[in-house]
């Protein structure tokens, strides 16, 4: 079993669509979680970034972390053709630099 | 204000080869990670310097090793080529005393023949 699993769809849905993307982890020592966006040929750019459990908002995106479901989700409202990119969640507990990523989804909104 | 800058952008080498890959971070910025992404594979984290010392490793052979200058910018030395060392290898910056707000640069896309 993978430390931390994220299924890598594809995901396709039409614009204006809620979209709701998942990661679940194995490691109860993870504190800090984060949501990164991947453009084709690009880095990683950081999105979202949580420590406690709880949901976190910023715009259209919203985190939700459930520690003791040891499960993660990631929600944009009104999907944009330009969130058309892979979406990586990534953790990693307290003073660690290792950074666990998933294997990243691959989300496609359709104008 | 420039992000985290990465040379070269690509690259093709051949099996036992040598290469070094190059890093800027963005300004204000003074940790280095890098991180290798397979194709269809989330990042791994190789290592992480701070004040020009290996501060943190990866499960990575000692064919991969790195160093950080006095301006923060750093190499990625890998040796003995093999061609499963082909990925897009990933440069993140950070403030020691910023959290895990990693800024990501572009990547140096490297193939092994």
Redesign the interface.
């Known amino acids: 079993q993978k430390e931390?699993e994220?299924d890598?769809g594809p995901l396709s849905v039409p614009e204006g669509a809620i979209v709701s993307l998942n990661c679940t982890y194995s490691n109860s020592a993870f504190q800090?979680f984060?949501w990164?966006r991947q453009y084709s040929?690009?880095?990683?750019?950081?999105l979202m970034?949580t420590y406690s459990s709880g949901n976190k908002e910023d715009g259209r995106f919203t985190a939700q972390v459930d520690k003791s479901s040891k499960y993660i989700s990631l929600f944009i409202r009104d999907s944009q053709p330009s969130d058309s990119a892979t979406y990586?969640c990534?953790m990693?507990s307290y003073n660690?630099?290792?950074?666990?990523?998933?294997?990243?989804t691959r989300l496609t909104v359709k104008p | 204000d420039a992000g985290?800058t990465q040379s070269p952008t690509h690259l093709i080498k051949t099996r036992g080869q040598q290469v070094t890959l190059r890093c800027s971070p963005k300004s204000g910025h003074d940790t280095v990670?890098w991180y290798q992404q397979a194709l269809?594979?989330?990042?791994?984290?190789i290592f992480?310097y701070y004040e020009e010392e290996e501060?943190?490793r990866?499960n990575f052979p000692d064919r991969f090793s790195g160093h950080q200058f006095p301006n923060y910018s750093s190499e990625l030395n890998v040796n003995a080529l093999l061609l499963g060392d082909s990925a897009l290898y990933?440069c993140?910056s950070s403030l020691d005393i910023g959290?895990?707000?990693?800024?990501?640069?572009?990547?140096t896309r490297l193939t092994v023949v």
């Open positions: 931390v994220q890598p800090y984060m990164y040929r690009k880095g990683p750019e950081l970034y990586l990534a990693t660690n630099n290792d950074m666990r990523f998933g294997a990243g | 985290v990670s269809g594979q989330g990042p791994q984290f992480q501060r943190q990866g990933l993140a959290g895990y707000g990693y800024t990501f640069g572009s990547g």
